[in-house]
């Protein structure tokens, strides 16, 4: 996809998805194209932008430049002031629209909010995703938590979701946050290191604050390194409640599953593809947006009926928790779309704001003290970002009407005539409080003594951490080990690495002996609790794998030299269009590569072996053709695309001569690879997928879809 036909794309998806937000936002939307001229901000014509004014002698002598010229000073006083403060957490991100609804009114059980009741409704959604350590400019990829932050442009107001791709999160209460964040950010002495969480003063914290135990386990999973924002879960975290029309209130946990299933990467891929395309997760959404390929998730709820709170061994309201599903299954409720890729970054993601405590009639808090300080943060945080009046920023106003006596403070951009108090004399006093859809605040008794202090539930940390070892397929839990060992390792304060490798005893005696073991901690000799030995399926991304092998969105790279064979590639190439996978053409330079004689067309490279790497591809394609197939033999870069890609478990597909090719570059005996020659069968062993020749039924390609993933 080149640059053109990225921006085509783009603008065809603008066109063609549409709601009621994207309607509200077109007040704001201007097309610079469409202007009759350059002008100034103040909309006078400008006739040259290429030079300040000057004082000059008519001839060549060039005199200072002069301040009158308010054109310049207008251009560079802008300028000067283009950026706002970045946000202090899940500061680099990636948004989008789309839509949300509900399949039936099955949870009207549970609530009266129309926007989880009602399946006429089609609810406009942006979502802006993240990471949580690294400032704008970090890299996709890095190791870390990833922010998934969903507002709902509701007819009864904006409701905001703001939750992670991880369902517990570090601390049991919002006091600790500035704790955690100052631990995990880089070190204040240096500012080092940036996007990771592989440094003294995170493991140290961490280390002395057991309760992040089980969060800490889920982002040295594979959960911390997604190979796409659309192939996450999504988690709202915090415990909220449902209300319903007879008045009953449920404890509620909300839920995004993929349609794409659960994938990540590599480790070896994320910190190489940090290097080689920091922006690898950012332009995956929209691409696969322009490429008409939605995101899509299934949105779920787990609810407790209030009074069966304390019936656990955990207390709902402790988010270092989960709800593990076999206690409290999950209802599917409706579909979350992401469909439509932004305008222009800084009004639409940048400027997007979020704030836990924007909910609506029929949705509650609960006693959870995370969300308790999260509902006084958020407001907070826009004002230093934002200003008072960021509610009114277009990509954060309601799609309903706003009335009330809320007035002035810098940017107002809203006019607002009538009065600005109430009571009032003018119109019986319009508006008026309602209780007609007014926001019910759920009656309930509150009564005890202030204490500082935790409850003995949560003061356990280490079942749920040892559940979600426990649940672990064994490559899930080698990665874990490899990710530990990488994280400390990073530590050179003895008393960091060794305290936490002895804190890893508490979840598992094998898992922190081999941590500590490679990274020179104290090695247990016992386990210091045992194993409860309880699993939960759903705590593994296995899980999620999709019933039947999807290749949708994937990218597929065809290496191909001068004398490939075309007839091959354009079939393969259709039969992946149609099972809407793109395919990217790797060549031996970025123009045209000719076929062999009479092997079809010649065909366009997109990129030259130089420019891409293997870790932007999900699987690797090389056709037939004896020349082409010694070319690549040749090129150093080129094994080594292939080696890399059999490395990080990649589907690779070869037909022919190009079988040759990787069996040269693999180099390794025990594959079984297809031999050259006239037998049309299909061989697939370890990923790597061979044949003599394109069969009709696109074998090939068949194969090729079950090996991308991980
Ligand atoms: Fe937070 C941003 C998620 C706890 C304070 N948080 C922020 C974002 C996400 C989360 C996804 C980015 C929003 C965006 O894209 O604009 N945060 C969470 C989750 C938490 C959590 C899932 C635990 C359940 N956060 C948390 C606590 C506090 C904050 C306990 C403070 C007491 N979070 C903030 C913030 C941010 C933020 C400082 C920075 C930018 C913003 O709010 O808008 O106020």
């Known amino acids: 996809m080149s640059a053109m036909t990225s921006s085509i794309k783009q603008a065809f998806s603008e066109m063609t998805s549409s709601n009621a937000k994207i309607a509200n936002l077109q007040r704001d939307t201007v097309d610079n ?34 301040l009158e010229d308010h054109h310049a000073r207008e251009k ?101 946050f500035p704790d955690v964040i100052h631990a995990v950010k880089p070190e204040p002495h240096n500012e080092v290191p940036t996007g990771q969480s592989a440094h003294n003063n995170f493991w140290d914290f961490v280390g002395l604050q057991p309760e992040s135990a089980h969060m800490v386990m889920w982002t040295m999973s594979d959960r911390g390194i997604p190979r796409s924002y659309r192939m996450m879960q999504g988690f709202g975290v915090n415990t909220f409640t449902l209300i319903n029309a007879k008045g009953e209130r449920h ?24 290097g080689q395309d920091p922006d690898f997760h950012r332009k995956d959404l929209e691409e696969a947006i322009v490429n008409g390929c939605p995101a899509k ?6 609810t407790i009926p209030e009074g069966k709170e304390d019936t656990f061994d955990f207390d709902p309201l402790d988010a270092t928790k989960v709800w593990p599903e076999e206690l409290v299954p999950l209802e599917v409720i409706g579909e979350y779309v992401l469909d439509r890729t932004v305008s222009e970054y800084f009004p639409e993601v940048e400027q997007v704001a979020f704030c836990t405590s924007h909910i609506v009639p029929g949705i509650g808090f609960s006693d959870d003290p995370l969300l308790a300080g999260r509902n006084f943060s958020y407001f907070d945080t826009q004002i230093s970002r934002l200003g008072i ?30 009065p600005n108090y109430w009571p009032n004399r003018f119109d019986a006093g319009k508006p008026v409080p309602t209780n007609e859809g007014g926001f019910p605040d759920f009656p309930h008794v509150v009564e005890g003594i202030k204490q500082r202090v935790r409850t003995p539930k949560f003061q356990e940390h280490y079942n749920q951490a040892q559940l979600f070892w426990n649940s672990l397929a064994p490559h899930e839990q080698a990665h874990v080990i490899a990710a530990f060992s990488f994280e400390l390792s990073h530590c050179d304060d003895p008393i960091v690495y060794e305290s936490y490798t002895k804190l890893l ?62 007839t091959e590639v354009a079939a393969v190439r259709a039969a992946l269009a149609s099972a809407s996978a793109t395919t990217w053409i790797i060549g031996a330079r970025r123009g045209t ?15 030259h072996f130089e420019g891409q790497r293997s870790t932007m591809f999900d699987a690797v394609f090389v056709p037939s053709g004896a020349e082409h197939a010694k070319a690549l033999a040749g090129n150093g870069r080129v094994v080594h695309w292939v080696r890399e890609a059999f490395g990080h478990c990649k589907a690779i597909g070869a037909i022919g001569e190009g079988v040759d090719f990787i069996r040269t570059a693999i180099g390794m005996s025990e594959l079984q690879l297809h031999a050259t020659g006239s037998s049309r069968n299909v ?13 009709a039924g696109s074998a090939v390609v068949d194969a090729l879809t079950i090996g991308p993933g991980g």
């Open 389 to 418: 009046n960021w509610e009114e920023i277009p990509i954060n106003r309601p799609v309903c009407p706003v009335m009330n006596h809320n007035r002035d403070g810098q940017k107002r951009h809203r006019i607002t005539k009538g």
């Open 33 to 66: 194209k469409a202007g009759v001229g350059l002008t100034t901000d103040f909309g006078v014509k400008i006739s040259n932008t290429d030079n300040w004014l000057r004082a000059t002698d008519g001839k060549n002598h060039i005199g200072p430049a002069l």
């Open 76 to 176: 560079i006083h802008h300028f000067d002031h283009e950026r706002i403060p970045e946000r202090v957490v899940h500061a680099r991100g990636a948004g989008a629209h789309g839509y949300f609804k509900v399949f039936d009114d099955r949870a009207s059980k549970y609530t009266f909010a129309p926007v989880l009741t009602d399946p006429s409704r089609t609810t406009p959604v942006f979502t802006r995703f993240s990471t949580v350590q690294g400032s704008r400019g970090s890299a996709d990829t890095v190791r870390d938590v990833r922010g998934f932050a969903c507002k709902f442009y509701t007819l009864e107001g904006n409701w905001d979701v703001v939750g992670n791709d991880i369902p517990v999160f570090f601390i049991q209460d919002a006091i600790k």
């Open 505 to 566: 005893n508490n979840i598992d005696f094998e898992l922190a002996r081999a941590v500590a073991t490679n990274v020179g901690g104290v090695v247990p000799e016992k386990p210091l609790r045992p194993n409860h030995g309880k699993k939960s399926a759903p705590l593994s991304q296995v899980h999620y794998a999709p019933s039947k092998p999807a290749i949708a969105s994937r990218r597929i790279a065809i290496l191909v030299a001068d004398g490939f064979n075309g």
């Open 683 to 695: 061989v697939v062993s370890y990923g790597v997928v061979t044949a003599g020749s394109y069969t």
């Open 297 to 302: 998730w299934k949105f779920a709820i787990q």
């Open 251 to 274: 404890f509620v946990k909300f839920h995004w599953i993929p349609e794409l299933g659960v994938h990540s990467l590599v480790w070896d891929e994320a910190l190489k593809i940090a």
């Open 593 to 607: 590569i000719k076929p062999g004689e009479g092997l079809g067309d010649s065909i366009s490279a997109d990129h």
